[in-house]
């Protein structure tokens, strides 16, 4: 039913969701001890906060030092009401708010105008060929493939939760898009606060029906809150999203080692569910990886990942996607190309990280459909276990790495860089990686043959794992010669950076931005490929 | 408790005899049940404890209790498991006393959740002499399951006033120390059929902590685990044991004779394959292989001693 209305989540008063959210909260942490939660919660929050000019975010401050003066006298009564009101301030802002008409009104007009903005086509040729009765449709650019017949009957049959590779900040429009696109239910999702300032993010989060994540909130209160919305979000059978890779890849690698915070809520829903007899107590998990020829924010995020402090640029403000221009040359650009994205739905799984079939049954190694409630429950009983239920996720979140690995696809940019660090290995064998990436531009410069001879050697690896089912090739990677995977890579580097990862010229290829390309190469970093051609030797 | 036993063997007894001693109850599955009933009659010389013990050759019989332990040879766990995947429900334990690796490198735990819905699982080792077990002599054991209501159930099974099991979230600790067992024995075995003397058998035995924990780490373990129960406890009694079989094919080897003992040799393969698999370094285990492809043990010995000096924490 929700699929058909089209929206993330039924109307709900607002009110209702906070009230409820600060309950559980309070209910979650009463056993602790309350002060020195609410303390930590304010010393965090001050060292966070202390150089702010932000007005709302010091009268938030004043607030939590006048909570921390009442600390030492509070009665165990007074500890609570403390917590309830941390807890409703974090519950408002992470709820935020929700209008029906003006999402239902953004969910019809998006696509057209997705649509429109995106074409490589001025707008007026596109109106011309919409009269005609051309379909305004992205569906020849961004390509759903993997189990999405199954994921579709999954929405009806329990709370799917869609968990995604995250390589740009426009995963989330593209997924709205795919989603829309197929006649899949749109879906709610945490992002991060910060993208709430950018006009174009903020848009199309509404139609996905975001809330709010704060990242540099670390305080358990907060974290408690969060994971509580969560939660009640999949009890209320409202379809989410999570990246659980957390943030953007930083390095170009596939993400297998997920955060598991939000992960586990599903859990707790799916318990929550059991204990209240729900109709549909059941909670999927839908791996999904989304592969892009080239990647809008590549330069920045690979700089981030190779400085040392990095670490602390955890949240990137200024990076490509702040700037709208670059954002628009980036979409026209990978426009222009075929296929330029993919997103795999891959194999659905249950909270316990087993498949799931289109009925909704977990299927055991076998094959055999079963009911997987015996993993929580005990002579009929619902039986609380977190160390438990820590490790069911743990095992989820092996298998949803398993999956991001096996449904990524390799285009052909990602082979041609790694063919040229391949390449510098074979000529470096005893500089690592990053002594390798300060080399000069004549050791990074190798000939036409050398560098097909690798593409050569890789794809042959390359069609073994996939044959496998360990990874999936695109079209070029899978059909093309390496010469013709080479020009097309080539062609493709050429449209967008501001240097060009590869280049050919001078009858020889060149690493020209060495960085740049290893964040492509790292795509292929994870799966078990042959060490490189030894120098002088062409693949037979 | 009831608990279901899977193997008829000296093992799958012996766990048998420790859960009736515990007050529970055992029902043994065996290929060849008669033969399973004959021998723990045997064994029971009248003892009323012997009352809760019975042997079935009916799978699923021994597959309801909510406890199962598994004791059956490495070679026999994935097809045995296949038999059982049908009639496993997902509330099920299955903890296992098997020592050593299947023949891929994978443990036991690992073939159980590749072959089953189960989740639940564990593994349990430990210094148990099977006769002095069946005597009711004392002893401890430790099981390892990465779910700790897992550990206190099989911990509810078996302890009892004759033995103490202690638990732990690092099965895989467990496993490795299981499976380092064999080449240990083997080679304790050759340093008393060469009559050399008791301070190099003190060497092995330290080293092999050394070994074991760099494989428990390399597969995600915890190196301490090997200097418990699991790991130096059991090689303790192992390796000073001649009647063990492991000890007595590795004395043989000593006098000249050819290695008798097709399972120990498959499962010290496996264990270096592993090894060489992760880029960890097992000298020991990669000295009784040589040895049994063929390679003098003198030469062998000699090698190991030249190695290079290093700093013992490595």
Same mark, same amino acid.
């Given at each position: ?15 209702? *969701?906070? =009230?409820? +959210? $600060? ?5 979650? #942490?009463?056993?602790?001890? &309350?002060?020195? !939660? ?111 017949? *199954?994921? =579709?009957? +999954? $929405? ?5 939760? #869609?968990?995604?590779?995250? &390589?740009?900040? !426009? ?111 059941? *909670? ?257 | ?314």
């Amino acid at each position: 039913m929700l699929r058909r209305e089209g929206i993330a989540r039924e109307p709900i008063d607002d009110r209702q *969701v906070i =009230d409820e +959210l $600060v309950q559980r909260v309070a209910s979650r #942490l009463d056993g602790d001890e &309350l002060d020195i !939660l609410i303390n930590d919660c304010c010393f965090k929050e001050e060292k966070r906060l202390r150089k702010t000019k932000d007005e709302a975010e010091r009268a938030y401050l004043e607030r939590l030092r006048s909570a921390r003066r009442r600390l030492a006298w509070a009665s165990k009564d007074e500890l609570r009401s403390i917590l309830k009101s941390i807890a409703r301030e974090y519950a408002s802002e992470i709820h935020g708010h929700f209008d029906e008409k003006t999402y239902k009104t953004a969910t019809r007009v998006m696509p057209k105008g997705l649509a429109l903005l995106l074409r490589k086509q001025a707008p007026w040729a596109m109106l011309r060929r919409s009269l005609k009765g051309d379909k305004l449709s992205l569906s020849d650019r961004i390509i759903s493939s993997g189990q999405i017949d *199954v994921f =579709d009957k +999954l $929405v009806e049959k329990g709370t799917c939760v #869609l968990v995604p590779t995250h &390589l740009s900040n !426009l995963d989330s429009p593209v997924i709205g898009f795919a989603l829309h696109d197929r006649g899949l239910p749109p879906m709610i999702y945490g992002a991060g606060i910060n993208l709430f300032t950018n006009w174009l993010l903020s848009y199309f989060m509404d139609h996905l029906g975001a809330y709010k994540v704060d990242r540099t909130k670390k305080n358990t209160i907060y974290l408690t809150t969060l994971k509580e919305y969560s939660t009640f979000s999949l009890e209320r059978r409202w379809h989410s999203l999570f990246f659980p890779g957390g943030t953007r890849s930083r390095s170009g690698l596939v993400e297998t080692k997920l955060k598991k915070g939000l992960m586990g809520t599903a859990l707790d829903a799916y318990q929550a569910n059991l204990r209240a007899g729900a109709e549909t107590p059941r *909670v999927f998990f839908i791996p999904a990886t989304l592969n892009y020829h080239l990647v809008l924010e590549a330069e920045t995020l690979i700089d981030d990942h190779l400085q040392e402090a990095g670490q602390s640029r955890y949240i990137i403000a200024d990076d490509e996607f702040s700037r709208p221009d670059k954002v628009l040359g980036f979409v026209r650009n990978m426009m222009a190309m075929t296929n330029p994205v993919e997103i795999v739905f891959g194999q659905p799984l249950d909270p316990f990280g087993n498949p799931v079939d289109a009925d909704g049954n977990s299927l055991d190694p076998q094959g055999r459909p079963f009911d997987p409630a015996g993993y929580v429950m005990r002579d009929g009983e619902v039986v609380a276990d977190e160390q438990r239920d820590h490790e069911y996720t743990r095992r989820l979140a092996g298998a949803i790495g398993q999956a991001f690995l096996d449904d990524t696809v390799v285009f052909d940019t990602h082979v041609l860089a790694a063919a040229m660090h391949r390449r510098l290995e074979a000529h470096h064998p005893n500089l690592d990686v990053y002594r390798r990436l300060l080399l000069g531009l004549d050791s990074r410069r190798f000939t036409t043959p050398e560098v097909d001879a690798e593409i050569g050697h890789m794809q042959a690896a390359l069609k073994v794992l996939a044959a496998d089912g360990r990874i999936r090739l695109g079209a070029v990677v899978a059909k093309a010669t390496p010469q013709d995977l080479r020009v097309s890579a080539l062609k493709h580097f050429a449209r967008y950076h501001a240097t060009r990862a590869v280049w050919g010229r001078e009858g020889g290829v060149v690493l020209e931005d060495p960085k740049l390309a290893l964040y492509y190469a790292h795509r292929l970093a994870k799966h078990p490929l042959p060490p490189p051609l030894p120098i002088g030797r062409r693949q037979s | 408790m009831k608990v279901g036993i899977l193997g008829g063997g000296m093992w799958g007894r012996t766990v048998a005899w420790r859960v009736a001693n515990a007050g529970g109850e055992a029902v043994v599955w065996s290929r060849t049940p008669s033969k399973a009933g004959k021998a723990l009659k045997k064994e029971s010389g009248g003892d009323k404890r012997g009352k809760r013990i019975s042997a079935t050759g009916d799978l699923v019989r021994a597959l309801e209790p909510e406890l199962v332990l598994v004791a059956v040879p490495p070679a026999a766990i994935r097809a045995l498991m296949k038999d059982c995947a049908p009639h496993l429900t997902p509330s099920q334990s299955v903890v296992h006393v098997v020592k050593g690796l299947e023949a891929g490198g994978a443990t036991v735990t690992q073939v159980i959740e590749a072959e089953t819905l189960a989740l639940r699982t564990g593994a349990l080792a430990g210094p148990w002499a099977a006769d002095e077990l069946r005597a009711g002599e004392d002893t401890a054991a430790v099981v390892g399951s990465r779910l700790q209501s897992v550990v206190d159930l099989t911990i509810e099974a078996l302890a009892s006033p004759q033995v103490r099991v202690y638990g732990t979230l690092d099965v895989l600790g467990v496993e490795v120390g299981g499976a380092m067992r064999t080449p240990l024995a083997i080679a304790s075995g050759l340093i008393q059929g060469a009559g050399l003397g008791r301070s190099l058998m003190a060497v092995l035995l330290t080293r092999g902590i050394a070994e074991a924990a760099r494989l428990a780490v390399a597969m995600g373990g915890d190196r301490t685990t090997v200097s418990g129960l699991s790991g130096i406890g059991d090689w303790m009694l192992t390796c000073t044991d001649r009647k063990d079989e492991l000890v007595q094919a590795g004395i043989a080897v000593a006098a000249g004779k050819p290695f008798d003992h097709p399972e120990g040799a498959a499962r010290v393969r496996t264990l270096v394959g592993l090894a060489n698999s992760r880029g960890v370094d097992l000298p020991i285990a990669g000295a009784v292989g040589a040895i049994l492809d063929g390679v003098p043990f003198q030469d062998v010995l000699g090698e190991l001693m030249r190695r290079e000096q290093r700093p013992e924490a490595e």
